[in-house]
């Protein structure tokens, strides 16, 4: 089972706010990584985040093209 999670980033690139959804099992612990295209100015966003007990407690954004 998942549930999906909107988190509200500041974007890499041109430092708007944007929400972006996450899907996390419910059963996944540890860190992940996802690529999100900002959707202000399309760059990729780079997206390491940290579930502990379904709930994610840690988010660093990065540059997505290197
Ligand atoms: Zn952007």
């Known amino acids: 089972m998942s549930a999906e999670t909107t988190l509200n980033i500041t974007c ?3 430092f708007n706010q944007i ?6 099992d419910q059963s996944f612990e540890g860190s992940d ?11 990729p ?5 940290t579930v502990t007990h379904g709930s994610i407690i840690n988010v660093h ?3 997505g093209n290197e």
């Open 19 to 24: 929400d972006v959804d996450l899907e996390i």
């Open 12 to 14: 890499h690139f041109c």
């Open 61 to 63: 954004v990065s540059d």
């Open 33 to 43: 990584m996802e690529i999100y295209d900002c959707n202000i100015c399309c760059n």
């Open 45 to 49: 966003n780079k997206l390491k985040y």
